[in-house]
């Protein structure tokens, strides 16, 4: 059997995947997953980016790819096309996450949805790369949670980039996942485009292998079916419950873990060279 026959799709996160440490797609990558493509597999982008920082590099890859943004919680089949589905979080929800944020210190970042305005405190109290991303898009509430009267896309919070924050960050997962358990999703990452550590709370039973599930669902493609691309702890579901999951050369303890195979960081083409070893 040809190898492109053993996988009907391909998802792949973004950051420190298919982008390398200067934020960019290298040659070899954007050629093999263009050919991935060509072969008649689907290839989706699967990230906890949201659409509008998502769609550039989509791009500049191919149109034909799927974008799972948010962590799954928005699903477009393609770069032009309407989303499949958004899942909000509760609007309730999300100042009770927002409250929970301020006691331990945390600047609360609130994503109304595509498009929409992203509500901070103030501006000063927020990265400059990350301000720099979202522009005009950013507005000065003081306080967010009494901004929220509606369901949210995506609260989240950029907690810094040294071990400090990195604790903190797990510390709150555990703490936050107890209390909103079936309520909210809450997930950690180190984020390579803001040099700093996430956390995001989305709506309930939300995340990228959720919903690369729902989408193969629909598509009556089997889980066996899947290969698994990344390199976060945001991916380490998708990459432990894909037919075949592929960490990169540069990912952390608990992804190598889980992964099939581990392949070279992105700054050296690992995504080209797992599409070249397992499907082309």
């Given at each position: 059997?040809?190898?492109?026959?053993?996988?009907?799709?391909?998802?792949?996160?973004?950051?420190?995947?298919?982008?390398?440490?200067?934020?960019?797609?290298?040659?070899?990558?954007?050629?093999?997953?263009?050919?991935?493509?060509?072969?008649?597999?689907?290839?989706?982008?699967?990230?906890?980016?949201?659409?509008?920082?998502t769609r550039p590099v989509a791009q500049a890859i191919d149109a034909r790819l799927g974008l799972m943004t948010n962590n799954g919680a928005v699903c477009q089949p393609r770069v032009d096309a309407a989303p499949l589905w958004e899942r909000l979080l509760p609007a309730g929800v999300a100042r009770e996450a927002e409250a929970a944020y301020r006691a331990v210190g945390f600047v609360p970042i609130a994503f109304?949805?595509?498009?929409?305005?992203?509500?901070?405190?103030?501006?000063?109290?927020?990265?400059?790369?990350?301000?720099?991303?979202?522009?005009?898009?950013?507005?000065?509430v003081g306080d967010v949670g009494a901004w929220?009267?509606?369901?949210?896309?995506?609260?989240?919070?950029?907690?810094?980039?040294?071990?400090?924050?990195?604790?903190r960050v797990r510390e709150q997962t555990v703490a936050m996942g107890a209390r909103f358990a079936d309520r909210a999703t809450v997930l950690p990452l180190w984020h390579p485009l803001y040099g700093s550590w996430i956390l995001d709370v989305i709506a309930p039973h939300c995340g990228k292998w959720p919903a690369l599930l729902e989408y193969a669902a629909l598509r009556d493609?089997?889980?066996?079916?899947?290969?698994?691309?990344?390199?976060?702890?945001?991916?380490?579901?998708?990459?432990?419950?894909?037919?075949?999951?592929?960490?990169?050369?540069?990912?952390?303890?608990?992804?190598?873990?889980?992964a099939d195979a581990v392949v070279a960081d992105n700054d050296h083409d690992g995504v080209a060279e797992a599409l070249e070893r397992f499907v082309l």
């Amino acid at each position: 059997m040809p190898k492109a026959d053993r996988f009907r799709l391909i998802a792949l996160d973004i950051d420190g995947t298919v982008t390398d440490s200067r934020h960019e797609v290298r040659p070899r990558v954007r050629a093999a997953i263009r050919a991935a493509l060509d072969a008649g597999i689907e290839v989706w982008l699967a990230t906890g980016r949201v659409v509008s920082t998502t769609r550039p590099v989509a791009q500049a890859i191919d149109a034909r790819l799927g974008l799972m943004t948010n962590n799954g919680a928005v699903c477009q089949p393609r770069v032009d096309a309407a989303p499949l589905w958004e899942r909000l979080l509760p609007a309730g929800v999300a100042r009770e996450a927002e409250a929970a944020y301020r006691a331990v210190g945390f600047v609360p970042i609130a994503f109304a949805g595509p498009g929409a305005p992203i509500a901070v405190p103030r501006r000063d109290l927020i990265i400059d790369a990350f301000l720099c991303r979202f522009g005009d898009a950013i507005i000065e509430v003081g306080d967010v949670g009494a901004w929220i009267d509606d369901d949210l896309l995506m609260l989240t919070t950029m907690a810094g980039a040294d071990a400090e924050a990195e604790r903190r960050v797990r510390e709150q997962t555990v703490a936050m996942g107890a209390r909103f358990a079936d309520r909210a999703t809450v997930l950690p990452l180190w984020h390579p485009l803001y040099g700093s550590w996430i956390l995001d709370v989305i709506a309930p039973h939300c995340g990228k292998w959720p919903a690369l599930l729902e989408y193969a669902a629909l598509r009556d493609i089997d889980p066996s079916a899947i290969l698994a691309i990344g390199d976060g702890l945001n991916d380490v579901p998708m990459v432990a419950g894909a037919g075949l999951g592929v960490a990169m050369g540069q990912c952390g303890p608990e992804l190598r873990a889980v992964a099939d195979a581990v392949v070279a960081d992105n700054d050296h083409d690992g995504v080209a060279e797992a599409l070249e070893r397992f499907v082309l």
